[in-house]
């Protein structure tokens, strides 16, 4: 006859056997770009702000407590959050260092 039949299982797809290796680098590279390297540099940032932190310095830590350190030791900071009021608290708790003069004015 003049028309061919058409063989629909009998077709083969150009990329062959390599798609899924390609799906999967596509899922490691949104990964990576979207997940894992946008937290490293948090944690690189707040490396950073800790290894800075000196006498003097006015922060907050994670739970919200504000307050001026006195103390820069290795693991903890020691902190006046008020007249005669100290508190020791972990270093890494440590969220955010303030303005200078933010806490004199509260």
Known sequence: MIIT????AG????LGSFEPFILLAVFAA???FFLWRPQAKRTK??????SQL???????TAGGIA?????????FTLLEIDRNAKIK???????T???KGTLKTI
């Open 54 to 60: 000196k006498k003097g310095d006015e922060i907050v």
């Open 11 to 14: 077709g083969t797809s150009l």
């Open 45 to 50: 940032a707040h490396k950073e702000l800790l």
């Open 5 to 8: 039949p058409a063989y629909a």
């Open 30 to 32: 949104v990964f990576y």
């Open 97 to 99: 260092v303030l303005p």
């Open 89 to 95: 608290v972990q270093k890494s708790s440590i969220a």
């Open 67 to 75: 307050g001026t350190i006195i103390d820069v030791g290795e693991n």
